[in-house]
């Protein structure tokens, strides 16, 4: 029995998602025993980007529209720079992350991942990584931002970049396998 035996993990993404971001978590997931969902806007399948062109197609397993956060214990988002980009203008992509945050579900993000928490305006106080290009956008949503491999926070955990993915693989089954931590209680605004 895998750490993650009996837990179902959905997997938000566009199409756009850089391949391995999302290949290799999903991967390690299911090797850890987790039953793991591809959730999207898109109906029938997603489309991957590898390095400077398109690649392999994945299906949809369950659409956006017909997912619940209710059904899932954990959340993961791959990065890359097309699918989060699309993601954060969809509110039904940032509705659905956000209750993973209120309900203290652990989420994982790599990459450009995060960009859809900023989103959420849950972020405010968390100690995160990314892809450096986005650090300004994440301190402006008030994390504490570090240049490390791997970030865990209450059961946020982020990565930066391809090479993060062995840390961020086995600090995400980690977390997943703890289960619900607090629910997060940081709001967007200033404190009052």
Known sequence: MGKLSGKRIAILTEKGFEEVKLTSPKKALEQAGAEVDIVSPQKEKVKAWDHDHWSIE???????????????????????????DQMRVNQNCVDFAQQFLEEGKPVAAICHGPQLLIETGMLRGRNMTSFPSIRTDLENAGVTWADLEVVSDNGLVTSRSPKDLEAFNEKMIEEFAEGVHSPTTFTSGPAH
Request: aromatic letters at 4%; charged letters at 25%; proline letters at 11%.
């Open 58 to 84: 994945l299906p949809v397993d369950v659409s956006l529209d017909k997912a619940d956060a209710e059904d899932y214990d954990a959340l993961m988002l791959p990065g890359g720079v097309i699918n989060p």
